[in-house]
Antibody, heavy 122, light 108 residues
Framework: QLQLQESGPGLVKPSETLSLTCTVS??????????WGWIRQPPGKGLEWIGS???????YYNPSLKSRVTISVDTSKNQFSLKLSSVTAADTAVYYC??????????????WGQGTMVTVSS | DIQMTQSPSSLSASVGDRVTITCRAS??????LNWYQQKPGKAPKLLIY???SLQSGVPSRFSGSGSGTDFTLTISSLQPEDFATYYC??????????FGQGTRLEIK
């Protein structure tokens, strides 16, 4: 059974870089049927897609965050990672990693990590 | 960018009620519409993909319909475990993805 687990610091200082890793277990990140994505949710608010990556390294970012986001993949470790630079308090959120499955008429996040809370504060 | 608007933002209902949540896209997205359920402190759970296909393991009281710009999620008979927040998500512009703002379903 495929599982995803986020890891990384729970507290980041303003202007610094937020770094998180998602470890995939129970399956390979190199499957051609899936993308892998990051989604965040500020406290009490809705879901925001941050970006996605294919095992080949192709990346796709939310235009509103594109200038600050880098997503990378390490197939040897079955992991993918998120870096968000120049963070502010507005970046405080629960960060989820998830698998994006491709069907004929849709692409949906069918498996999610449990999420990790990241607070931006000095 | 494709914008997704859900209505209502919140609603109150009773166990056994039939409930409908609506999602409207800012442009036609064919059937590229998914629905998620999120309970407090938990990750979202995929309920419906491709507008009307039930994800494996999801109870049949959940159903989705629509195409183009207007979509609905229906719960035929509310159960206590269904009180949660529901989100729609478009994947027409994949790899760019957008979610609706959410609909909070509360117990009356």
């Amino acid at each position: 059974q495929l599982q995803l687990q986020e890891s990384g610091p729970g507290l980041v200082k303003p202007s610094e870089t937020l770094s998180l890793t998602c470890t995939v277990s129970g399956g390979s990140i190199s499957s051609s049927s899936y993308y892998w994505g990051w989604i965040r949710q500020p406290p009490g608010k809705g879901l925001e897609w941050i970006g996605s990556i294919y095992y080949s390294g192709s990346t796709y970012y939310n235009p509103s965050l594109k200038s600050r986001v880098t997503i990378s993949v390490d197939t040897s470790k079955n992991q993918f990672s998120l870096k968000l630079s120049s963070v502010t308090a507005a970046d405080t959120a629960v960060y989820y990693c998830a698998r994006l499955k491709q069907w004929l008429f849709s692409n949906a996040f069918d498996i999610w990590g449990q999420g990790t809370m990241v607070t931006v504060s000095s | 960018d494709i914008q997704m608007t859900q209505s209502p933002s919140s609603l109150s209902a009773s166990v056994g009620d039939r409930v409908t949540i609506t999602c409207r896209a800012s442009q036609s997205i064919s059937s590229y519409l998914n629905w998620y359920q999120q309970k407090p402190g938990k990750a979202p759970k995929l309920l419906i993909y491709a507008a009307s296909s039930l994800q494996s393991g999801v109870p049949s009281r959940f159903s989705g319909s629509g195409s183009g710009t207007d979509f609905t999620l229906t719960i035929s008979s509310l159960q206590p475990e269904d009180f949660a927040t529901y989100y729609c998500q478009q994947s027409y512009s994949t790899p760019s993805i957008t979610f609706g703002q959410g609909t909070r379903l509360e117990i009356k």
